[in-house]
């Protein structure tokens, strides 16, 4: 449902991706990330990697962050191009997923909100949508006991994870 197409300078290096996935998607708390090709206890590639060095067409690195609560990314490389690059930064935003739809738990109306008490603690015969959502009319009078109130859905992997609240400011 999440994904983002991306032009990285080939002088930037892999921490400087990190910097981006985790203000674009993931930061919460200063949690620990890694690359690797192939996933848990596959090959570690250091972060101080330049992209020209490690990056072709095919190659699949994978993106983990917070290791309790990890968020999994997986970054494929499509391609190269040569000329201007579109950004000032080393990383530019060139597309991304819409918001995926969500519909409120209680009358199948588009969702706004995420109660993160019903995410962890559903009934799960309580309900025929989705865990969690709630629309606007329905987010003031639900009760929020355990884990505090509802919280905005984004546009991200990471919402309802850890203390994610939202991606930082563009340009990222």
Same mark, same amino acid.
């Given at each position: 449902d999440f994904w983002l197409h991306l032009e990285m300078r080939g002088s930037a290096t892999l921490a400087k991706l990190d910097d981006y996935l985790r203000a674009i998607w993931l930061e919460c708390c200063g949690h620990?990330?890694?690359?690797?090709?192939?996933?848990?206890q596959g090959d570690e590639i250091a972060?101080?990697?330049?992209?020209?060095?490690?990056?072709?067409?095919?190659?699949?690195?994978?993106?983990? $962050?917070?290791?309790?609560?990890?968020s999994e990314t997986d970054i494929k490389v499509v391609g190269f191009r040569e000329g201007k690059a579109t950004s000032k930064h080393?990383?530019?935003?060139?597309a991304r997923n819409q918001m995926p739809a969500a519909v409120?738990?209680?009358?199948?109306?588009p969702a706004k909100w995420?109660?993160?008490e019903c995410l962890y603690e559903e009934d799960k015969d309580r309900t025929s949508f989705g865990s969690g959502h709630l629309c606007d009319d329905h987010v003031e009078d639900h009760p929020h006991d355990n884990y505090g109130e509802p919280m905005?859905?984004?546009?991200?992997?990471r919402t309802g994870m850890?203390? $994610?609240d939202g991606p930082a400011e563009p340009p990222y």
């Open positions: 620990l990330s890694e690359f690797t090709i192939g996933g848990w972060k101080s990697r330049k992209a020209d060095a490690i990056f072709e067409p095919g190659l699949v690195l994978r993106h983990l $962050y917070d290791f309790g609560t990890t080393p990383i530019a935003l060139l409120c738990q209680e009358c199948g109306q995420l109660c993160i905005p859905l984004f546009n991200s992997p850890c203390g $994610y």
